[in-house]
């Protein structure tokens, strides 16, 4: 499973940020799905799934759905609920608002796409 850096969850205190409860074994995001959102983990796990086979397992501060937000385009995998779980929702403007006042968390979000991509391309 991975586990990114921790993240203090105070830095979505003053940005009115939503949270969302999900419940174990509930599709949390479709693939091919239109998507406005992204996502942090505050507990449980998910899986990142493709063609019905797990990739990646994401557990507490791991993100997912970044893609969508910075390509602006539609989901590239199916997200599964493995536990009951906690997000932060982020569309891009609470993204921008956030990464302005954290700069940092533009950071976290390239290296997990950096470390994704480079996970893929080992694979092919």
């Keep these: 499973m991975t586990k990114e850096r921790t993240l ?8 009115d940020i939503p949270e969302m409860s999900i419940a174990a074994g509930q599709l949390v995001l479709a693939e091919g799905s239109t998507g406005s959102a992204m996502y942090i983990i505050r507990n449980g796990s998910v899986a990142v799934r493709l063609n019905g086979i797990t990739v990646e397992e994401i557990g507490e501060g ?21 536990t009951d ?14 990464v302005a006042k954290v700069p940092h968390f533009s950071v976290m979000v390239m290296r997990t796409l950096a470390r994704r991509i480079r996970r893929m391309n080992a694979k092919s």
């Design 8 to 15: 203090d969850f105070r830095i979505f205190k003053d940005l």
């Design 62 to 82: 791991g993100i997912f759905g970044e893609m969508a937000i910075i390509e602006q385009s539609t989901r590239s995998a199916e997200i599964l609920a493995l």
């Design 85 to 98: 779980v906690t997000v932060v929702m982020l569309d891009e403007k609470k993204f921008l608002q956030l």
